[in-house]
């Protein structure tokens, strides 16, 4: 597929903070858990700063769990099985052994197992959103934001794919992509494209309009940041359109990168500060509130109680940027490559072009300015 090519001071400036009112569409999977109704709450509440001109549903799913969660399961129970008598597990897994390690992300899954049985669910009775009810129930999802901040959302929500990317050019069409496409070619200025879920729609607006690399910054957060070395095999965002990512990332569109890994995933947020600063703020802060005692993820997750939990709101991360750049310190650096292995590969980083990328987040300045703004 061949991009337009934008030179590299060009893509520079379009990654310089913006100041001033920004046009922004917001691309969001927004009922895959509880992160993405906080950060269109946010945008809503930040008009002064932010006009959405569209908001954009993206497919999700937790399908790819359920394989390693049987496979987990199977092991453990072999496990309880054996003695020292018994030959070691085969490499497929079966038989007996104590090389858990060797299983990746194997003890992840025997956590996960374990909160399961103790709230008396067994995996395979797990139901694991389709990546076509997920897109479905996010459109509903944003409309619910919406409704409770009290703002008309009539013409600004779309739904966006309602499956991944088959292949590295096999774009997927839908009014949420066409609408972004469109969006890009009528504006007169910079198009930010808040991504904060899938690439899918985002990648396929790219390949079917190769223009928009012109016209449009890509705000994305998922996964480690790029000079580190471990798999991304477990950022959501990137592995369930693993071809998608490979497109934003190779097509030259100038792309602000937020890492969920280490930088993101300091936005923690617990029931207590829930419960103290936004229960009882209005209808839009109290919807948080019971999204975040009812995060549709603990059952899943075998998750039973808040008891020093936190949750990750990682979302946010993507809007503080475009809201004040001083929330999340950045600097520019070479867009890497994704590997097979899901790792970030800098070698060519010669011959690639320039993305910016967050390195830290002002977690507290983040959520003193939501807070205050719920209580408005």
Not at 34 to 43: K, M, N, R
Not at 281 to 303: A, C, E, F, K
Not at 308 to 314: K, P
Request: proline fraction near 5%; charged fraction near 25%; aromatic fraction near 8%.
């Amino acid at each position: 597929m061949k991009f337009f090519e934008l030179d590299e001071a060009t893509r520079l400036s379009r990654l310089e903070p913006p100041s001033g009112k920004v046009s922004v569409i917001i691309d969001t999977d927004t009922a895959n858990e509880i992160d993405d109704q906080f950060t269109l709450a946010w945008a809503l509440l930040r008009s002064d700063v932010i006009d959405i001109k569209a908001v954009i549903a993206e497919p999700f799913s937790f399908e790819h769990h359920r394989q390693p969660l049987l496979h987990a399961d199977a092991v453990r129970k072999a496990e309880l099985t054996c003695d020292d008598t018994q030959p070691a597990r085969s490499t497929d897994g079966s038989g007996c052994s104590g090389n858990l390690d060797q299983q990746p992300f194997l003890e992840n899954y025997l956590e996960w197992i374990k909160r399961l049985d103790q709230q008396g669910t067994a995996v395979e009775d797990l139901h694991f959103t389709t990546p076509a009810e997920g897109v479905d129930l996010s459109v509903a999802e944003i409309k619910r934001v919406f409704d409770a901040a009290e703002v008309d959302h009539s013409g600004l929500v779309f739904r966006g794919a309602d499956r991944y990317m088959s292949g590295p050019e096999s774009a997927i069409q839908s009014s949420g992509v066409d609408r972004i496409i469109e969006i890009a070619h009528q504006a007169d200025e910079v198009l930010y494209v808040v991504a904060i879920g899938c690439l899918t729609n985002v990648a396929s607006a790219l390949l079917l309009a190769p223009d928009l690399v012109g016209k449009i910054v890509v705000i994305w957060t998922a996964g480690y940041p790029s000079t580190d070395e471990r798999s991304n095999q477990a950022a959501l965002n990137l592995v369930q359109d693993v071809h998608a990512t490979r497109v934003v990332f190779d097509s030259g569109v100038p792309l602000v990168y937020m890492p969920g890994y280490l930088i993101g995933q300091q936005l923690s947020l617990s029931q207590p500060e829930m419960h103290a600063w936004v229960k009882g703020s209005g209808p839009l802060g109290d919807l948080l509130v019971d999204l975040y005692d009812n995060n549709p993820l603990h059952p899943l997750m075998g998750i039973g109680d808040h008891y020093g939990r936190t949750w990750v709101i990682w979302d946010l991360i993507c809007l503080a940027w475009l809201l004040d750049p001083e929330l999340v310190l950045t600097t520019i650096r070479p867009t890497p490559e994704l590997g097979d292995d899901l790792r970030w590969n800098a070698s060519e980083s010669g011959t690639r072009h320039v993305m910016r990328e967050a390195i830290d987040v002002d977690r507290d300045g983040i959520f003193r300015d939501l807070f205050t703004r719920l209580g408005q």
